[in-house]
């Protein structure tokens, strides 16, 4: 099936001029996951991992992807021509490398301008010029080749009440209004979703487990444009009202127009001898194609992306009623695995549905915030594992089982891994699950100065593995939003930056970032361990203001997974400061037979 996709892609490509096209993940808007209609890279590869970017030209096809989807990818792409490259593994090309390669002198790269970044296409370009190429930007060849694509569907959307948001919409805006000011900038064009929903209050469905909605936004001096509108009125395909007269009025009352989502590349191609604010690092190939030469470009980062990771107090707040609910949740689920396990029948994808249960049961509850990874076995090696109804392994009571999961609450957004132990496990398992216990809780107890980023913080969790020889091929910890993208910039912990990484800011107050180090064995097993910590201000001195991570996450460790002669005295006094206050949490959640499995399982050791 994959074989004659890519035929009839090759055949597209010879009739529209293109000798190689790029196929990247994203959407029209640089979401990192996206709807089933911009999956056009996993129709042509057969890969599903969120992350990845395919290249064919007309005599390869080549898969690039990172650490994360390794086992995964390779499993997928097996029986298919396409080649896996591995992102930052030694000798494998880069993207652009790749293309200078394949290019030949005189010939053309195409792809849809409209997911491909502006800078990435900058880039490309430069390289077709030294091959007197050209980019043929303007081509969704999957239009033509991918018979019963899904519909672009827009949702109801809804608005975020002031005391969850804490903070109107009005004043956000008049918050981006002075950066435009300082910068000298008569326009911002912002096109990422999670900064139109954060600084609007606005909510949605139109992406899978991210609340957004489909939307480009024109913030000019005097007014606000939101291109969002479905051209066949207030309704949807499906009969559902989008934009009812309530949020209509309070769109009004913000000073912002609504206009149609297909009218946005027109409204921006007649913006003449403007100034305009834009992150060309999100911004799409097409938005700068379509701007006019007369209009001067200010390339900076969207001001409302720090602006939102810096959570405001009634955000932190409502943050730790999410997290306190969410703990709750996944404690009952911690007590429901290790109870039942053996003696009722159990699968990787019913214990993930039990787990939305419980947190379901919460009236707050919007819905998961990303795709559940419940991993058993040596599947959780694969750092992002997905299981399928038809393809999912029967838990029982002996291994592992890695459980990432989160939800999307009206007070915000939780994600949280716990690797349960379910019966015998080897003297190696054990001695990785506590290093990777102790790297979370090294991380998670640091004391730092103001002005330190995650890449100065990772290696507090990852030398904990250095020393024993063993590492992870991905992030120590992401930023999470509120009831937006569980992955949210620009803070995150990192060792290791890459030339045009953007998420690498100083760590502020109210910045939530996850700790969550693994280790994972091919065909063995996988150990990841994840709390999410809010940056918080500690003591000043004649040293500088000097800042701490508060837990947000409330959940136990298994014990059971804990070699003590492992632990060092400190690690003892973190972990069980950790469980005291877990235990104090959720005692008055739990009761009778519970109540005395969660003091056991929150013992000091």
């Not at 396990?341 to 509850?365: C, N, P, Q, W």
Request: glycine share 8%.
């Amino acid at each position: 099936m994959i074989e004659e996709r890519l035929q009839k892609l090759r055949k597209s490509m010879r009739a529209a001029s293109i000798n190689c096209y790029l196929i990247p993940t994203s959407d029209y808007h640089d979401s990192e996951y996206v709807s089933s209609f911009f999956m056009v890279r996993k129709y042509f590869s057969g890969f599903t991992g969120s992350a990845g970017t395919l290249v064919v030209s007309k005599e390869e096809a080549a898969l690039f992807t990172d650490g994360r989807y390794f086992i995964q990818a390779a499993k997928e792409l097996a029986g298919t021509e396409i080649k896996l490259m591995k992102m930052g593994e030694a000798g494998v090309p880069t993207i652009m490398q790749y293309l200078e390669k394949v290019l030949k002198e005189g010939e053309n790269l195409g792809f849809d301008g409209r997911v491909v970044k502006a800078d990435d296409a900058d880039t490309y370009e430069e390289i077709l010029r030294k091959k007197h190429g050209r980019i043929i930007w303007d081509k969704d060849l999957a239009e033509e080749i991918w018979e019963g694509r899904p519909a672009l569907v827009h949702h109801p959307v809804y608005i975020l009440e002031q005391c969850y948001s804490g903070e109107g919409a009005l004043r956000k805006i008049e918050r981006v209004r002075d950066k435009m000011k300082a910068e000298g900038a008569d326009v911002h064009i912002l096109t990422s979703l999670d900064d139109i929903a954060w600084l609007l209050n606005i909510r949605g469905n139109d992406v899978e487990s991210c609340p957004v909605v489909l939307s480009y936004a024109v913030i000019a001096k005097d007014k606000v444009l939101l291109f969002a509108k479905e051209n066949h009125g207030k309704e949807n395909e499906s009969g559902e009202e989008i934009w009812t007269e309530e949020l209509c009025q309070y769109l009004k009352e913000n000073g912002v127009e609504l206009c149609f989502y297909s009218d946005f590349y027109d409204y921006i191609s007649k913006m003449h001898e403007k100034k305009v604010l834009l992150c060309k690092g999100r911004a799409s190939c097409r938005l700068m194609k379509e701007l006019p030469g007369d209009v001067t470009v200010i390339d900076r980062p969207n001001p409302t992306t720090l602006m939102k990771a810096v959570k405001n107090q009634a955000e932190m707040e409502n943050l730790r009623k999410s997290h306190l609910w969410d703990g709750v949740a996944v404690t009952h689920f911690m007590y429901w695995l290790k109870k039942n396990v053996g003696k009722i029948s159990m699968t990787e994808v019913s214990a993930a549905v039990y787990l939305e249960e419980l947190r379901r049961k919460y009236d707050h509850f919007v819905e998961p915030s990303f795709g559940t990874i419940c991993a058993y076995g040596a599947n959780g090696a694969l750092a992002h594992y997905s299981a399928k109804e038809d393809a999912c392994a029967q838990i029982l009571p002996e291994g592992m089982l890695l459980v990432d999961s989160g939800g999307h609450y009206l007070e915000g957004t939780t994600d949280i891994t716990r690797t349960f132990v379910l019966g015998t496990v080897t003297k190696e398992m054990k001695e990785h699950f506590t290093l990777v216990l102790r790297a979370l809780l090294s991380l998670k107890n640091s004391r730092f100065l103001h002005g330190c980023r995650g890449v100065n913080l990772d290696v507090m969790a990852r030398q904990v593995l250095w020393e024993k020889g063993l590492d992870y091929k991905h992030g120590t910890g992401h930023g999470v939003g509120y009831l937006l993208s569980v992955h949210e910039g620009p803070n995150s912990f990192r060792w290791k930056l890459l030339p045009d990484y953007q998420d690498n800011a100083v760590l502020e107050e109210g910045m939530v970032t996850t700790d969550e180090p693994g280790i994972y064995i091919e065909g063995s097993h996988g150990i990841r361990l994840e709390n999410e910590l809010l940056c918080r201000k500690d003591e000043v001195n004649e040293y500088g203001q000097f800042m701490y991570f508060e837990d947000l996450t409330c959940v136990p460790f298994d014990l059971d997974g804990v070699e003590p002669s492992l632990l060092t005295d400190m690690d003892r006094k973190r972990l069980n400061a950790y469980h005291s206050e877990v235990f104090e949490k959720l005692e008055p959640y739990f009761e009778g037979e519970e109540l005395e499995w969660l003091r056991e399982v929150t013992r000091k050791i």
